[in-house]
């Protein structure tokens, strides 16, 4: 194993103590340092919204903690959940009277911790609403949606939900409003290459020089098929040959991109991906809006990348377009 650390059971708390050195508009709470908070606080009157994961996947969960964005997220270790201590800290430091949602990805452990948090809060009044993204078709069928992992959609999903509770909106309203994204919202990856986890300094699988998986998750899980490297081009068309039909578009629709590296894969190569995406795209006669391309939700050193096609009403694309800034994305 070749990283950059010192203990490697000190990883996820020597890296909290950077990020919030870097951004000091950031700030550790809770008992463990385990909160990533927002240094004003909760905003009074606005809904809060808090989120949480494992730690390796930089900017998602806590690099989107900022104006516009979260108000809050709880660290687990390395593709680890969160505590459920963290969850009701992360709960309660975005409280601003209005309620909280909870925004995370479909996983088993985050799941069970802030269903707790939540009963836990809701006893104490505070109303909460929880919505759990899960936009990666290649982890369960349409039939079985609600078994989805959530992956880089997370990020579109942040977005707008947090336009929406910072123009003033209700709990319900919120909530309403990141469903409707996470419903619009479809994703897919393809992996190249591992990451070794800090704490165990093995490999999470192995790939052949010249294989890749298709369809795998961000910790590894397994995909759909496992072969050969195809071109972009190939990989792009499959790519779109997943994520597009639940979508249901036509000509005249508008969606928004995300075009996401997994950790190792250059900016590069995914330009050339979406150079690809774009072109297919256009000869439906669909229209791309404020496209992403770069790292947005990672997997350590993984290399590969993810597709995320979002269908966009005016709404959804109001909510994209409005000013948001966090340590990794300003949207102006």
């Given at each position: 194993?070749?990283?950059?650390?010192?203990?490697?059971?000190?990883?996820?708390?020597?890296?909290?103590?950077?990020?919030?050195?870097?951004?000091?508009?950031?700030?550790?709470?809770?008992?463990?340092?385990?909160?990533?908070?927002?240094?004003?606080?909760?905003?009074?009157?606005?809904?809060?919204?808090?989120?949480?994961?494992?730690?390796?996947?930089?900017?998602?969960?806590l690099g989107y903690v900022g104006?516009?964005?979260?108000?809050?997220?709880?660290?687990?270790?390395?593709?680890?959940?969160p505590r459920m201590g963290d969850?009701?800290?992360?709960?309660?430091?975005?409280?601003?009277?209005?309620?909280?949602?909870?925004?995370?990805?479909?996983?088993?452990?985050?799941?069970?911790?802030?269903?707790?948090?939540?009963?836990?809060?809701?006893?104490?009044?505070?109303?909460?609403?929880?919505?759990?993204?899960?936009?990666?078709?290649?982890?369960?069928?349409?039939?079985?949606?609600?078994?989805?992992?959530?992956?880089?959609?997370?990020?579109?999903?942040?977005?707008?939900?947090?336009?929406?509770?910072?123009?003033?909106?209700?709990?319900?309203?919120?909530?309403?409003?990141?469903?409707?994204?996470?419903?619009?919202?479809?994703?897919?990856?393809?992996?190249?290459?591992?990451?070794?986890?800090?704490?165990?300094?093995?490999?999470?699988?192995?790939?052949?020089?010249?294989?890749?998986?298709?369809?795998?998750?961000?910790?590894?899980?397994?995909?759909?098929?496992?072969?050969?490297?195809?071109?972009?081009?190939?990989?792009?068309?499959?790519?779109?040959e997943h994520v597009t039909p639940?979508?249901?578009?036509?000509?005249?629709?508008?969606?928004?991109?995300?075009?996401?590296?997994?950790?190792?894969?250059?900016?590069?190569?995914?330009?050339?991906?979406?150079?690809?995406?774009?072109?297919?795209?256009?000869?439906?006669?669909?229209?791309?809006?404020?496209?992403?391309?770069?790292?947005?939700?990672?997997?350590?050193?993984?290399?590969?990348?993810?597709?995320?096609?979002?269908?966009?009403?005016?709404?959804?694309?109001?909510?994209?377009?409005?000013?948001?800034?966090?340590?990794?994305?300003?949207?102006?």
């Open positions: 194993m070749k990283k950059i650390l010192n203990d490697p059971n000190a990883y996820v708390d020597e890296m909290l103590d950077g990020l919030c050195l870097a951004h000091p508009e950031l700030q550790r709470r809770g008992e463990d340092g385990r909160v990533v908070v927002r240094a004003i606080g909760a905003v009074p009157g606005k809904v809060g919204i808090v989120t949480g994961g494992g730690s390796g996947h930089l900017p998602v969960f104006e516009g964005l979260l108000d809050s997220c709880a660290v687990g270790n390395v593709f680890a959940g969850c009701i800290e992360a709960m309660r430091a975005a409280d601003g009277g209005a309620g909280v949602l909870q925004l995370y990805g479909n996983y088993g452990g985050d799941r069970m911790n802030f269903d707790m948090a939540a009963e836990m809060l809701e006893l104490e009044g505070m109303p909460v609403a929880s919505v759990r993204v899960a936009d990666d078709v290649a982890s369960a069928p349409a039939a079985q949606h609600e078994k989805r992992r959530g992956v880089a959609g997370l990020v579109l999903v942040y977005k707008v939900a947090g336009a929406k509770a910072a123009g003033g909106a209700n709990l319900e309203t919120v909530a309403a409003l990141a469903r409707k994204a996470n419903d619009a919202c479809r994703s897919i990856g393809v992996a190249l290459s591992p990451c070794v986890v800090p704490e165990s300094g093995k490999a999470s699988f192995a790939l052949g020089d010249q294989e890749v998986e298709f369809g795998m998750g961000i910790h590894g899980e397994p995909g759909i098929w496992r072969g050969p490297l195809k071109s972009a081009n190939a990989l792009a068309d499959e790519m779109l639940e979508l249901t578009l036509a000509r005249g629709d508008r969606v928004t991109v995300l075009v996401n590296s997994l950790g190792a894969t250059p900016a590069e190569e995914l330009y050339i991906l979406y150079r690809r995406v774009a072109a297919v795209l256009a000869g439906r006669g669909v229209s791309i809006v404020r496209p992403l391309v770069g790292r947005y939700a990672t997997s350590m050193e993984m290399a590969g990348a993810s597709l995320s096609v979002m269908k966009l009403d005016a709404e959804l694309e109001a909510l994209l377009a409005a000013p948001a800034v966090c340590p990794f994305w300003s949207v102006r």
